[in-house]
């Protein structure tokens, strides 16, 4: 609970990003938000803070990818969508289950999953190109969705795709098991065999090329059912590449403007 009530705001962001694009050593490459804490929590609601930030990007002409499951991007729709106009902006939406009660279980805060199809809806209607992002797949759980959300987010707009097996590094992993007992206790150790069997018989492996899917015969099925499932759907797998060729400062009052 620490980690949803125990936030920091930071409202000087956008001026500090915007400080540091102006830097003459600052080498143009798009930003990525949202893949360590969702940028669009409910106190984005009142701050703003993300909303200034991609302000700021739109006025530099900068690209940038945003991962949520958040509904609240929606408001930003306006910037992002004239922000894709130009080749700058994309979006990944994180659908983990289409099951309603278990997703109120596993993430009773966050919106639940057709609410996330609809912001794939809404965004693709604005031109923005959107990733469905199957993520994170617990075996024996939600993994038997994997093509069933992946459909979901094609038929609401999705244009690419991606997958993500569960994770427990440190402290998540003690709280995951104590979720499991809680709400699967009749399943929970077969749920913990499967991610030990991925990982080498340890509950995490950090190894590049290893934490974000594992190893061994259960990995190597669910990547073979995505490839197959998003070959069936016309899903891409890369996202679209963003442009840096168009980002420039914006002139500032004083500035000596340019004859040409």
């Given at each position: 609970m620490?980690?949803?009530?125990q936030l920091?705001?930071?409202?000087e962001?956008?001026d500090?990003?915007?400080r540091?694009?102006?830097?003459?050593?600052?080498?143009v490459?798009p930003?990525?938000?949202?893949t360590?804490?969702d940028p669009y929590?409910?106190?984005e609601?009142?701050?703003?803070?993300?909303?200034?930030?991609l302000?700021?990007?739109?006025a530099f002409?900068h690209?940038v990818?945003i991962?949520t499951?958040?509904?609240?991007?929606?408001?930003?729709?306006?910037i992002?969508?004239?922000m894709?106009?130009?080749g700058l902006?994309a979006?990944g939406i994180?659908?983990?289950?289409?099951d309603?009660?278990?997703s109120?279980?596993?993430?009773?805060?966050?919106?639940a999953?057709?609410?996330?199809?609809?912001?794939?809806?809404?965004?693709s209607?604005?031109g923005i190109?959107?990733?469905?992002?199957?993520?994170?797949m617990?075996p024996?759980?939600?993994?038997?969705e994997?093509?069933?959300?992946?459909t979901?987010?094609?038929d609401?707009g999705?244009r690419?795709?991606s997958?993500?097996?569960?994770?427990?590094?440190?402290?998540?992993?003690?709280?995951?098991?104590?979720?499991?007992?809680?709400h699967?206790?009749d399943r929970?150790?077969?749920?913990?065999?499967?991610?030990?069997?991925m990982?080498g018989?340890k509950e995490?492996?950090a190894?590049w090329?290893?934490?974000?899917?594992?190893?061994g015969?259960?990995?190597q099925?669910?990547?073979q059912?995505?490839?197959?499932a998003?070959?069936?759907l016309?899903?891409?797998?890369s996202?679209?590449?963003?442009?840096?060729?168009l980002?420039?400062p914006?002139?500032?009052?004083?500035?000596q403007l340019?004859l040409?």
């Amino acid at each position: 609970m620490d980690f949803e009530t125990q936030l920091i705001a930071r409202p000087e962001a956008p001026d500090v990003l915007a400080r540091e694009l102006r830097s003459k050593r600052y080498q143009v490459a798009p930003i990525a938000i949202g893949t360590n804490t969702d940028p669009y929590q409910p106190i984005e609601k009142t701050h703003g803070i993300m909303r200034e930030c991609l302000e700021v990007l739109s006025a530099f002409n900068h690209p940038v990818a945003i991962v949520t499951k958040g509904s609240l991007i929606e408001r930003d729709i306006d910037i992002l969508g004239d922000m894709a106009g130009r080749g700058l902006a994309a979006v990944g939406i994180s659908v983990t289950t289409l099951d309603a009660k278990l997703s109120r279980l596993m993430e009773p805060r966050a919106p639940a999953p057709q609410r996330r199809l609809q912001v794939i809806r809404k965004l693709s209607e604005a031109g923005i190109p959107v990733r469905i992002m199957a993520s994170p797949m617990i075996p024996a759980l939600t993994d038997p969705e994997l093509e069933a959300i992946l459909t979901g987010g094609r038929d609401a707009g999705a244009r690419h795709a991606s997958w993500i097996m569960l994770r427990l590094p440190q402290e998540v992993s003690p709280l995951v098991q104590d979720w499991l007992a809680t709400h699967y206790p009749d399943r929970a150790e077969r749920i913990m065999a499967r991610l030990r069997d991925m990982h080498g018989g340890k509950e995490y492996d950090a190894g590049w090329h290893k934490r974000m899917r594992g190893e061994g015969p259960y990995a190597q099925m669910v990547a073979q059912r995505f490839d197959l499932a998003v070959k069936r759907l016309g899903l891409a797998r890369s996202g679209v590449p963003l442009r840096c060729d168009l980002f420039r400062p914006p002139s500032e009052k004083g500035d000596q403007l340019s004859l040409f």
